[in-house]
């Protein structure tokens, strides 16, 4: 075997491990998508700047010396608590009146810009450098086509994954989650406090997207405030791809968006990256329109 | 146990219930009967906290419940069973009757439920792991009064448990509603069926375009004339 034909397969799996890596952190900000619409039927624009929020939170507590795991937990209260407003002060009053959909798409696309200008204010709005701050333990890879930031970026957001998962289907809130997904008028006999239920949710969401934000900010070692734009859009994609409001949906469509594109920039052209995740949103939509495991809502009356 | 005074719902510019008074006493099986559109749901949902009311009081034996929200309505232990079943498709029997308790944390109480509701019916036993949305309509009518029994009620509201069923199904429902009152639970039943339930109410309601025309003793407004022509199909 001549040496080019060795050198084909390690890049080939090169391509591969940083697909999956960038694909977990993607499926991980799906979910927020996917929660959201499962029980509101609604898709969060704002989520991007979310996720944004969440890496900026932990670059500002660094910035005074704050111990990496406070600046992380601070980072998640801080940015369930932004998501948690959102829907309180943007959204709610608008389902109180009783408003058509669009008017809430809408408020989510403004919310998303109102984060992004105030992180410009208060933060700068220049690329600015994310120390590699978790304190890695060395791992031998050599010889291996990953490096130790994708092992741990796909390794953690995999981790979260699950947990949110395990949260959804296994415990008494994911249960009235589900509930007030498949009929919120039932929920309410049921005694479920669907106020608190959404609550909750969008908690999870945003929580969920600022360790994405970090996680993410750290594999590229760097923050700005119009960072969770693409990646907003992305995730979005990849919900829709995997079937929106299922869970193992925005994990298949995850991987499939951050495989996709790492494959055609390895060996398309990197110009072409961006453009990869959609142009496979385009094709399954047309193939299946509820996408991959997306479910046919069922009313049977 | 139940009184309404004077209480007014609109949708909107529809003023759907113009001042219905209703009084339900403990261990007792009322019914309310009447047209389509008259505003049995409506009086229901409106009890319950779903239609938020526009006039009047809801109390709850002596505490007024007007206006609460449903979830706060569900645990002073007043349950329905809605108008189309209303169950969780995707969820299977287990987890809509375990839903049925959320508002319970005692383990001991939900499991004592589960066995009450499975030897109500046996048939939503056998089928514990399978989605609701499979059921038969039958099965599933049974499944949403099963849930509305998980915590314990001390008020039942009924809307139109027999809607859709085959006979015998129809039979079977409404022995098993005096079965559970016999259990000590209040009942509030709306049907299309007056016949039957009037056959096993203690008293009635006649409700038409939102206003309350008649009621007493069940046995004697089957006999009433105008209630045998309008609803009960003789004359």
Request: charged share 15%; proline share 4%; with cysteine.
């Amino acid at each position: 075997m001549y040496p080019g034909m060795q050198q084909k397969k390690l890049m080939f799996w090169r391509y591969m491990f940083n697909g999956l890596a960038v694909g977990m952190a993607y499926a991980l900000v799906a979910v927020g998508y996917s929660l959201v619409f499962g029980i509101l039927r609604l898709i969060n624009f704002s989520h991007g700047a979310t996720y944004t929020f969440g890496a900026h939170v932990v670059l500002f507590f660094i910035g005074y010396q704050t111990n990496i795991w406070l600046a992380l937990s601070a980072s998640v209260l801080f940015t369930g608590i932004l998501a948690v407003g959102t829907n309180k002060f943007a959204l709610e009053p608008l389902r109180k009146k009783k408003s058509p959909p669009i008017a809430s798409l809408i408020t989510t696309i403004g919310v998303s810009y109102i984060i992004q200008n105030l992180l410009m204010v208060f933060m700068g709005s220049e690329r600015k450098s994310f120390p590699n701050m978790l304190d890695i333990p060395k791992l031998d890879l050599s010889g291996l086509p990953i490096t130790e930031p994708q092992f741990f970026l796909f390794t953690i957001s995999f981790a979260l994954f699950i947990i949110l998962t395990l949260i959804v289907h296994k415990t008494s809130i994911g249960l009235a989650m589900r509930a007030v997904e498949q009929n919120t008028k039932a929920a309410h006999l049921m005694g479920i406090n669907v106020n608190q239920v959404i609550t909750f949710t969008f908690f999870l969401g945003g929580a969920s997207a600022a360790i994405a934000g970090v996680l993410m900010a750290g594999y590229y070692q760097l923050v700005y405030p119009t960072m969770g734009f693409l990646i907003g859009m992305k995730a979005f994609t990849a919900a829709i791809l995997g079937g929106i409001g299922v869970m193992h949906g925005a994990f298949a469509g995850g991987l499939i968006v951050g495989l996709a594109e790492s494959f055609a920039s390895g060996y398309i052209g990197g110009t072409y990256r961006d453009a990869f995740a959609f142009i496979i949103l385009i094709i399954i939509l047309i193939i299946k329109p509820t996408g991959l495991f997306g479910k046919k809502t069922i009313t049977k009356v | 146990m139940l009184s309404v005074k004077g209480l007014h719902t609109h949708y909107g510019k529809i003023h759907a219930l113009k001042g219905v008074d209703l009084e339900i006493r403990e261990s007792e099986i009322v019914t309310l009967i009447g047209s389509n559109g008259a505003g049995k749901s409506t009086l229901l949902n409106t009890i319950i906290g779903i239609i938020p009311s526009s006039g009047g009081k809801v109390f709850f034996n002596e505490e007024e419940i007007t206006n609460m929200p449903p979830h706060a309505i569900v645990k002073k232990r007043i349950c329905m069973s809605p108008e189309g079943r209303e169950v969780f498709p995707q969820l299977t029997v287990q987890e809509n009757l375990r839903l049925g308790a959320y508002a319970i944390k005692d383990k001991k109480f939900i499991k004592g439920s589960f066995e009450n509701v499975y030897s109500l019916f046996p048939r939503l036993k056998e089928r514990t792991k399978q989605t609701a949305g499979t059921l038969s309509g039958g099965e599933q009518q049974m499944l949403a009064i099963g849930r509305a029994l998980m915590s314990d009620p001390k008020l039942l509201l009924l809307d139109e448990p027999s809607l859709g069923l085959a006979p015998n199904l129809v039979l079977m429902i409404f022995k098993l509603i005096a079965d559970i009152n016999k259990q000590g639970v209040t009942i509030l039943l709306i049907e299309q069926n007056a016949n039957m339930a009037l056959s096993i109410a203690d008293r009635a309601y006649v409700l038409e375009t939102g206003t309350i025309v008649l009621s007493g003793d069940a046995k004697e407004l089957s006999k009433n004339d105008a209630v045998r022509k309008a609803y009960l199909g003789n004359t």
